[in-house]
T-cell receptor
Framework: KQEVTQIPAALSVPEGENLVLNCSFT??????LQWFRQDPGKGLTSLLL?????REQTSGRLNASLDKSSGRSTLYIAASQPGDSATYLC???????????FGTGTQLKVEL | DAGITQSPRHKVTETGTPVTLRCHQT?????MYWYRQDPGHGLRLIHY???????DKGEVSDGYSVSRSKTEDFLLTLESATSSQTSVYFC?????????????FGQGTRLTVV
């Protein structure tokens, strides 16, 4: 059974800092990995999708990397802003049925 | 934004009553999913569908049933609601594994069972 872990569970940083969020998974037989953002009381917003054959993907100030063999992904956020405050979730797709298995998320707070 | 609509957005119901949540998509995606989100557990898959009338169980399917009679609609039914089913329910869609496409989520339904 695939298990996804995100460390740290919570993180507080001053505005402008670069930061890294971590995601690890136990079964390396994945199709892709997706990073999401969730604001309080809202749904999930897709940030980046990395295919299993890719090493990294970039969107604006966000860069996600994938090391499938070691079961790890990182989400790098450059020059953090208060508007980046949210919970960040990673999910892997693998196995039958195209199912996403989620980590429990990292709650990020960027302070002025 | 992907066209996914969940209804209702909020519902309070009594223990023992049946409840149906609806997910409607306008993207013509093949896969549809129902997740529940609870503090300390994250998002857990309840049921999913890989086509009209094709569904399968997820990791927390007990007490839930689903139906998909049209590509655009995926219904989640709580046959006899219990307090443990108080949660936020999310619907998601995706095109296919082969296409390596993103999954998109609805805004959620907050269900309270009293």
């Amino acid at each position: 059974k695939q298990e996804v872990t995100q460390i740290p569970a919570a993180l507080s940083v001053p505005e402008g800092e670069n930061l890294v969020l971590n995601c690890s998974f136990t079964d390396s037989a994945i199709y892709n990995l997706q990073w999401f953002r969730q604001d309080p009381g809202k749904g999930l917003t897709s940030l980046l999708l990395i295919q299993s054959s890719q090493r990294e993907q970039t969107s604006g100030r966000l860069n996600a990397s994938l090391d499938k063999s070691s079961g790890r992904s990182t989400l790098y956020i450059a020059a953090s802003q208060p508007g980046d405050s949210a919970t960040y979730l990673c999910a892997v797709v693998g196995g039958g049925g195209n199912k996403l298995t989620f980590g429990t998320g990292t709650q990020l707070k960027v302070e002025l | 934004d992907a066209g996914i609509t969940q209804s209702p957005r909020h519902k309070v119901t009594e223990t023992g009553t049946p409840v149906t949540l609806r997910c409607h998509q306008t993207e013509n995606h093949r896969y549809m999913y129902w997740y529940r989100q609870d503090p300390g557990h994250g998002l857990r898959l309840i049921h999913y569908s890989y086509g009209v009338k094709d569904t399968d169980k997820g990791e927390v399917s007990d007490g839930y049933s689903v139906s998909r009679s049209k590509t655009e609609d995926f219904l989640l039914t709580l046959e006899s609601a219990t307090s443990s089913q108080t949660s936020v329910y999310f619907c998601a869609i995706s095109e296919s594994v082969a296409a390596n496409t993103e999954a998109f989520f609805g805004q959620g339904t907050r269900l309270t069972v009293v």
